[in-house]
């Protein structure tokens, strides 16, 4: 059973920035790809970046510029550095390992 622990959300003004960082346990966390969904309400969650176990990231489209994903296996951590936050990157972030999905970090930007 894999276990995430996701931490680093919070309440930022538009234009700050926030880190956030998902642990993974259980696993062989170098073997899965891995990243970061979102879900604003009354919307559908969606991608914001994911990261191959090679490294390779891939980026949503409202994101892209902004924010950069990486992973430290040897921490089985991956971070979600996001700069330039607006109002619209408002929501729960979800991070997930393979299928393994973590209880999701609220992030709110005030305009």
């Known amino acids: 059973q894999v276990q995430l622990v996701e931490s680093g959300g919070g309440l930022v003004q538009a234009g700050g920035s926030l880190r956030l960082s998902c642990v993974a346990s259980?696993?062989?966390?170098?073997?899965?790809?891995t990243g970061w969904y979102r879900q604003a309400p009354g919307k559908q969650r969606e991608l914001v970046a994911a990261?191959?176990?090679?490294?390779?990231?891939n980026y949503g489209d409202p994101v892209k510029g902004r924010f950069t994903i990486s992973r430290d296996n040897a921490k089985s951590t991956v971070f979600l550095q996001m700069n330039d936050l607006k109002p619209e990157d408002t929501g729960v972030y979800y991070c997930?390992?393979?299928?393994?999905w973590g209880q999701g970090t609220q992030v709110t930007v005030s305009s």
């Open positions: 997930w390992v393979g299928s393994y």
């Open positions: 259980g696993s062989t966390f170098s073997d899965y790809a």
């Open positions: 990261i191959t176990k090679g490294g390779i990231p």
